[in-house]
């Protein structure tokens, strides 16, 4: 029963706190840069190749988005860090990738985790880290891997439309976090839709085999998003009290408008998890149910039968006087017995719904 | 097992905050103004068609209930938000109709968010958004549709009847609310009804095929319900609590009595909900006692017959010597044998219950 | 499976706030009015026929105990209600039976409902709700009809004994919920016995057919006592806590002596309605352990038989050359065979322990 | 089924508060008297037998402690009470041997009730109220009958080991609450163990019978020591926030050490109750594999033998033309083909599993 | 079923407070001592053999940690207890080894007990209490016996890497117990392994017979572990809040990081507790399913061939006049018909998808 398998967790046990080690698998893609450097009237949008080419934007006047992207280049990430000042303890979350959403305050900046969900091309769910540096007049987004749910963004951003370019960098997270969290909606309906099939599935009893399976599948998913999600009502509302100047009061009724969403979303997965639960009870009554039409396709069966076959086996014996088997008719009266027998059976299975 | 379907949210993925997007299904309703004001002495009751003709009802003494139906008339009431300065998260969730019942509070008006549910011709449970602005003299209401359960409010305000035309437009908001909550009952009374039916279906064994399916279904009624009235609660006790001029004191008491209302109805919808747990259980064993029954049919026939059948067996057999064969009693004591073991069989069974 | 019913609740859909109109049945019981008045000296009982003649105790500077029978006469006790200035929806909340336990605090009176919970004749539950209005020397209490818990109480106002007499209006108060909280001891003793009484009759197996239907009612009959008991607590812990003058300090300790009771009951509903769950898990496994039974006599039965019935078969076949069938003692050879098979298949079985 | 009882709540129900009535069953037990009265130096141990002798022990400077046993002797306890100064609701309470864990604070002494558990000779649970009076230099202890466990603090008190005779009646309070604490270690443990036994039963399949029975039994004593000894956490830690002066604050210290406690023994009593509801899973699936076997054993049986015996009865038949009889192998090689298909038979079921 | 054990928890019952006894099984392991005493510049390891010897490290300015393994030796361990002037209380606990998580604050020292769970080298859970006592300048800590996960510790006292040098004794603290919660991380991910690989083994059908039991002894073993882990997020955030000086403000960010470990670590343990229930579920359905396929294995083969013998019976009778007998062609005819109901059973046992 016990596999072998190497343990996740082992590459940090042990280490000294702040030691930045990425805990993902192990991948080779590029560094990938981006910058978003704007004001209301102009912005510049970068791609750049090394990590040092980032600095000068701490220092503009102008709000900053810097989207780092391939956690796998620790190295660098940590450079990043100390430049923008960062505590060694967020460096290592920000390369940590099981962190469970949060968000710690500091004096300076604020340090927000969260779960981006979305779905790949082939429908499965992709459930990448990001974090997030709120500076003053700067936020920092480190993710997994390249590919994100920021494409809106990006053109309010170029296009002006909004209010984006005219506010702050208080605003430019919270439509980073807000396009995370309508992505949320899509991965729900999903897990929705997929309740739904299954449910109708095990109705039309098409998937026997696999039903078990696939509702422990299914179950594991909503728990897995229920835990990236959940947290994160948590986070907002922590922003929403937040004391610092990081964040400022008009801002704050942006936040509770995320907060709303994110209730809705809970609140469905509570629902589906309670559907999954029943489910499954569904599935078990339904295998009952065909069980017991077996047993009542053999009962007729041998009730009918094995009756008619005694009779049939009484004349079949070789006892010298048995004086029935003599008569003329008798045979011809058995066959009437033997049909009257089986109606009978009938009439009474047809009377307890059997038949 | 996966069925293509257009996702509902994919609409306002990525959008601005504040993008003005209907998120029910398209319909080409005709957008439907109703105003009333009124003073203690007289009141005016006017239908109209555009939305300018509303903007001069802010300014009257008068209290004013606008009540808008149509949702889909997206630009139209973005005017009229943009007329009665509401913030455009307001105006926002105005027409995105998955909100999920609340209440926020801004400088000078209060936006309410709940879900009004009544029977529609067919006994179906209709779910439709309605939002309140209640500003110093007026109540701005907003129905995905027309058709509500306002019209007893609408007689009282041309009657003159109890205290409405007396009050102030904190009480007007009090009795449309009051009319949803009302409605409720009548909506969880029905849920009751069906819980009885299926329980009783089950116990008379008559909808075996789509018992679980039925069970299911008012699960899911069940926990929709749920949803749409539990949120509610917290919105009454903010109400209480609310430290804005908008609510007066005295009104409170009045939100109070709302407030013991909701409480009955949520406290039945948990009862409903753990006695449709306990049905599926309950369904379970009458599954069970079945299967019971008809294995103990089985059990009495083969139990009976198939000793009985080896017995003629024996004597059919073609052995040259098998001296019982020819004595002249052999057949009849046979029979005797046969019987005594039938009705000794019959007794053991009739012990055992099983007959 | 939808009957057609009426519904309780549409009565009072749609009517304005404070409209009092008596949800009960409709009876035409006649108005019972009842009124204790006492000094520590002395006191005055009567039985009163009109609504009139009670007014004048509000005066009175003695305690005046005023027990008003008959909810369904709401002009009388609309009429009352004004005369003791109460609120229109307490007055709407004294006729209307489907309330929640609930306390609401008045400037110069505080409103208590609660349910009244005893059995009559046949042991069957009434649950009736009683009102009370507590003012600075009188208490109001409205019941449903006549018939209540309060018998020791007047045999104690009559004779004097205990603290009655000498105390204020709040310790009378105090007596009569504590008079009905002592009879809710005896309602869930009652409980307690049926559930035993099932249980036994489960493990007995002799309830077969209504075992589930009995879980089922006793299940709600539990949640709809539990659902009439628990909020009481609630209300009793706000009359601790009261800042009126109406409940004095001294009086206090008696609340919480009341509010232990509540625990010790409420405590005991929620084991009860623990063990009704699992009562419904072990009729499960009795099922299941009465199929394997059956079971086990059919395959038996069938086990020792079958192939016993194939070797008779076999030298019954018509074949020309058996060389068997001419062996002078081949039947008694195949008697043995057959014996020792039937000897070999009970040791089997014994061995199983399905014997 | 509903049987007669005599109810037990009758007794008190509408009496009037304080009356002193003594709930337990009827005992006709002596009433025995205990003394400890000690000063660091030294310690006087008496017994008594007239109530009014105790009363001396409540001016001297030392600390005493009064035993109190045998419930039933209501006139003692009343007048003790009396000369002690305690509310009539806790005379009454003394000797009601229903109450919840609780402590009531009055103005010049705690009122403490909790349940003493311990198992008897025959290893059955004893559950048996003590209730504790702590004054400023004594404490006074109400057992329902002799016989506790607090055999080791009198050793104590006598040897003056520890701090006891050091310490005034707040340590000595502790110490007994201790003892009592320090018991339900041991009953819990029992606890653990018969779900143990339970357990292994079920997997070696060896009480069938009554196992249904047996898991109800424990389920219902885990469910009443848990209402014995949970409300106990409250009672202590209310105790630990005393502003009275009876404790002082390096007692409260060795009072957080029996919170400590109290909340290993209730974290595995809910361990305990997890771990009782799936021995009913458990035990179902138990069931279910067992009918499987014996299912399987029907089928086996039944699959090989009824179409060979078809076989047998095709020669059986008296037809005048069946060429096959006549060929002088035939027999033979019909064997041959039943062997086969025997063969073949087993075969399949191996490979199913089956066998 | 009552099995006679020692009891564990009698060695303790009855004892006075601050009886200093140790409750874990009796070992004649070596007191091992083990300090390590450093300032950012240089350090001090030294194995100790004698408690005496550690008593000068108290009076040290460095940064000591004294770790104490062997708890069984109980004098040693009440003398250093006393000479760091522990209460009586915390040396009791130090050698009592059923602990709940927890801390209690003295004036000038923290102490903290938690529960260190490590995999031996048969992949078993070790679950050994370790105390730690926080002074202003040293460290104690106190294992039951010799083996911890203080490794890499060590190895950064000793090479001075990390902050750990350069920090006070509350950090020496913070990654000690930063050590013993990494490993949480390794123990959890194989109770993840072991619920897969149940799970799995449910669904390819190859563990029938002891899975219910494997499934009962995992899911106790997630009950403990979680029992060991809950507490501790208490004590971290009570320690967050310490208010004494002997946790610095800037330490205190690192033991928030413990607390997001804590917090990933407990979310998933109830993950693996919401499966393990649903695995049992599962393997009820897949008993079921697998039932369903014996009893369709039955049905068809009896379903078939129960007729058809009955057919071939009727023509073994022995009746004088039976015409059909006589026909050249009836046997051939016969197996026409038996052939063709052969195939329409086939037929129809395919249509119901039995086969
Ligand atoms: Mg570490
Ligand atoms: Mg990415
Ligand atoms: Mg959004
Ligand atoms: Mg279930
Ligand atoms: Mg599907
Ligand atoms: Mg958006
Ligand atoms: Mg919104
Ligand atoms: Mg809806
Ligand atoms: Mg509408
Ligand atoms: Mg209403
Ligand atoms: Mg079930
Ligand atoms: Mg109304
Ligand atoms: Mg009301
Ligand atoms: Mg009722
Ligand atoms: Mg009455
Ligand atoms: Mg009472
Ligand atoms: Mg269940
Ligand atoms: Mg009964
Ligand atoms: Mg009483
Ligand atoms: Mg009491
Ligand atoms: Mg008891
Ligand atoms: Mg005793
Ligand atoms: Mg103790
Ligand atoms: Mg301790
Ligand atoms: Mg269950
Ligand atoms: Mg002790
Ligand atoms: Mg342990
Ligand atoms: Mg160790
Ligand atoms: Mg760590
Ligand atoms: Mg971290
Ligand atoms: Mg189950």
């Known amino acids: 029963m016990a596999k072998k398998r190497t343990k996740k967790h082992q590459k940090k046990s042990g280490l000294a706190p702040g030691s930045v080690i990425y805990t993902g698998e192990k991948s080779d893609k590029k560094l990938f840069l981006e910058v978003f450097d704007y004001t209301p009237e102009e912005y510049i949008e970068k791609e750049l190749n090394s990590i040092e080419e980032v600095f000068d934007f701490k220092l503009t006047d102008c709000v900053s988005w810097i989207n780092v992207n391939g956690l796998n280049h620790v190295t660098e990430i940590e450079k990043l860090g100390i430049h923008f000042n960062l505590h060694p303890l967020v460096i290592e979350d920000l390369v940590s990738i099981s962190q469970r959403p949060k968000i710690d305050e500091y004096e300076d900046y604020l340090f927000v985790v969260l779960k981006m969900l979305y779905h790949d091309a082939d429908e499965n769910i992709i459930n990448e880290q990001v974090s997030f540096i709120l500076g003053p007049n700067y936020v920092l987004s480190f993710q997994e891997s390249e590919g994100d749910v920021f494409g809106a963004v990006r053109d309010r951003i170029r296009q002006g439309k909004g209010r984006v370019r005219t506010m702050q960098s208080d605003y430019l997270l919270y439509i980073l976090m807000d396009a995370i969290v309508d992505e949320y909606f899509s991965i729900i309906e999903t897990l929705g839709y997929k309740i739904e099939d299954l449910e109708s599935d095990i109705f039309e009893g098409s998937i026997e085999e696999t039903a078990t399976k696939d509702i422990q599948e299914l179950k594991k998913e909503i728990l897995k998003v229920r835990r990236s999600i959940f947290p994160l009502r948590e986070v907002i509302s922590r922003i929403e009290k937040d004391e610092s100047n990081l ?94 027998l089986f109606i009978a059976m009938l009439i009474y299975f047809k009377r307890k719904k059997w038949l």
Chains 1, 2, 3, 4, 5 share one sequence.
């Open 247 to 340: 964040i400022q009061q008009r801002t704050k009724t942006y936040y509770r408008d995320i907060y709303d969403h994110l209730f809705q979303v809970t609140e469905n997965i509570d629902i589906y998890r309670e559907m999954i639960w029943s489910l499954m009870d569904m599935y078990m009554t339904t295998i009952s149910n065909k069980m017991n039409e077996v047993m009542k396709v053999l009962t007729i069966m041998a009730s009918i039968f094995i009756p008619l076959t005694f009779i049939a086996g009484i004349y079949g014996m070789n006892f010298d006087y048995i004086p029935e088997l003599h008569y003329k008719y008798s045979y011809f009266i058995l066959w009437g017995v033997m049909i009257v």
